[in-house]
């Protein structure tokens, strides 16, 4: 329920419908785009992305923002860059073009590329989508591994409550009544969770933390 | 990006090719002048047959430098195109310009009629031609710019474009069907494109116009590469998504407009010669690709040109069959080859 709308809002990649972001202390419309750039990075999916481009020239587009004005890398620039890389495992796939890669690869790219943006703020639009479950899994331990790491806050819109219960710090449950905002623990203690869906077909089971199909 | 170094040397090898293809594009021609003389006149060693001196400072000269600004000056408004709407069907033409100039002209040249003999003999002169199609581009580019301040999708504009394309073919059209046969010509021949008409005053004019839009297009360099991963991307890296968008599009409305008012509408350069250049340098940063499409463009037109003179004859085909004729099946061949094409 409105998780894109809400997540392009926040990222300033759409203007807001009402109310006010701020981050960092600063008011999201006060920012220019250089530094709004500079604070948040997003990782989307289905973008008319160039497929020609090599796996280490789309990390590099991530620098963006504090080269010069014809997109020089700097030293910095060519460590935050191989630094990325590095956190996301990349190394054997830095040479490649992207059409040669596949969805769950693609997606580690996005978010290397999102990593060497270098904000304290990453945003990511269902990074899980089109990947099986191995790589859900493997995508969302990255991304808790990288906060872990590298002491940035990751926000991620998603379907898959079982995972997320699981790795996030906190969630926001959207649905069409109500949002909440809480830990897995609190969510699950004052019974969000088994309120997201009707009840005919699943329940939420606080014993295994997980929703489960009703038999 | 780590190759770019790679590339040099194929940029150096490309200025030497586009040397060659000049000279051997002064040397050729209805009239044939010895090389040696040539050289002389060229570098005004010593006094020569005045006769050629006139055809190769007067006619063949200017016809070089016309070939290398419409050529380069068509590639890089088709590799603006491309990039800015994320389509490898893009050309310099999709914003509807040169059906801007083709109403314009059309209208100068069928319309004159209409208007009576004495007017006819004054609107159908070589300067109104230039001013009704560069006035007739500008209409179209102030409808699309209005259309891009508007909207927030910029595949849109491509349909607008086509749409005014459209359009003002329809209006041409109509204007054809009441044209005595006579003038109908005179429309043909200038949609035929020609390189040759140009006087020394019209080269410098033209080149204005060129390196104005070639300046806007460097200076669109880094938001051009950014637009690789899409405008939502873009925009979430700092890029200001519609003044890039308008400066992209008043970068290639020079280029291509002060092409078609001089050069006619010619065809198919601006849409070819970026993806000819990609196959030789697999590369999209655009601060490789530009400057090599600007050699690409003035390399093809300028074959194109020497291939449109007929060597050894004394007939000229129009430039505009010659650029596809030439052009469509390097492109065919070019992906078959390849096999797998990926934009």
Redesign the interface.
Same mark, same amino acid.
């Given at each position: 329920m409105g998780k894109s709308t809400l997540l392009r809002s926040l990222s300033g990649v759409q203007p807001v419908l009402d109310g006010e972001i701020s981050i960092l202390n600063t008011s999201l419309k006060d920012l220019s785009p250089e530094t709004l750039a500079q604070t948040i990075s997003v990782v989307l999916t289905e973008q008319p992305i160039s497929k020609n481009l090599s796996v280490t020239e789309l990390i590099a587009l991530g620098r963006q923002p504090y080269t010069n004005w014809i997109g020089t890398l700097s030293k910095l620039d060519k460590e935050k860059i191989s630094e990325a890389i590095t956190l996301v495992n990349l190394e054997l796939l830095k040479g490649k073009r992207c059409f040669e890669l596949s969805d769950g690869q693609l997606q580690k790219v996005l978010i290397a590329r999102a990593l060497a943006q270098d904000t304290p703020l990453i945003i990511l639009d269902e990074p899980t989508t089109h990947l099986d479950m191995y790589h859900q899994a493997y995508v969302l331990k990255l991304l808790k591994k990288l906060t872990t790491e590298t002491n940035k806050s990751i926000l991620f819109a998603t379907h898959e409550i079982n995972l997320a219960l699981q790795l996030c710090d906190k969630l926001i449950v959207m649905t069409k009544d109500f949002v909440h905002i809480g830990t897995p623990t609190e969510l699950i203690n004052k019974n969000v969770l088994s309120s997201i869906f009707p009840s005919d077909l699943i329940y939420f089971d606080n014993a295994s933390v997980s929703f489960k199909i009703k038999t | 990006?780590?190759t770019a170094k790679n590339y040099k040397a194929l940029l150096v090898i490309l200025v030497f090719v586009m040397i060659f293809m000049a000279l051997l594009n002064v040397s050729l021609g209805s009239v044939k002048i010895p090389f040696k003389d040539i050289f002389n006149i060229l570098f005004q060693q010593s006094e020569t047959n005045e006769s050629w001196q006139y055809i190769i400072l007067e006619y063949r000269l200017p016809k070089v430098f016309t070939a290398i600004l419409t050529g380069s000056g068509l590639a890089v408004s088709g590799l603006l195109m491309q990039t800015l709407f %994320?389509n490898p069907l893009a050309g310099p033409y999709v914003l509807g310009l040169s059906s801007g100039a083709s109403l314009g002209v059309a209208l100068v040249i069928m319309g004159a009629t209409f208007f009576g003999g004495t007017a006819a003999a004054i609107l159908v002169s070589k300067w109104s031609l230039v001013i009704a199609s560069s006035l007739g581009s500008l209409l179209v580019l102030l409808a699309v710019l209005m259309a891009s301040a508007k909207l927030r999708d910029t595949m849109a504009i491509l349909i607008i474009g086509l749409m005014f394309a459209s359009l003002t073919a329809a209006v041409v059209s109509v204007l054809a069907y009441f044209s005595p046969a006579a003038q109908l010509q005179q429309y043909i021949f200038w949609s035929f494109g020609s390189l040759g008409n140009l006087s020394w005053q019209e080269v410098a004019i033209l080149s204005c116009f060129w390196f104005l839009g070639i300046l806007i297009a460097i !200076?669109c +360099? &880094?938001n051009l /590469?950014?637009l =690789? =991963? $899409?405008e939502?991307?873009a %925009? !979430? =890296? $700092?890029? &200001?998504i519609s003044r890039n968008r308008f400066l992209i599009i008043i970068a290639t409305s020079l280029l291509a407009g002060s092409i078609t008012a001089f050069a006619g509408p010619i065809a198919f350069v601006g849409l070819a010669v970026p993806h000819l250049i %990609?196959q030789v340098i697999?590369t /999209?940063?655009h %601060?490789t690709l530009i400057p090599s499409v600007i050699l690409g463009g003035a390399i093809l037109m300028l074959a194109c040109d020497i291939a449109a003179q007929m060597p050894g004859s004394e007939y000229t085909l129009p430039i505009n069959a010659i650029t596809s004729l030439i052009g469509a099946p390097v492109v065919i061949w070019l992906l078959i080859r390849k096999q797998?094409f +990926?934009?």
């Open positions: - | 990006m780590p %994320r !200076s +360099i &880094k /590469n950014t =690789l =991963l $899409g939502q991307y %925009r !979430s =890296l $700092g890029v &200001k %990609r697999p /999209n940063d %601060r797998k +990926i934009f």
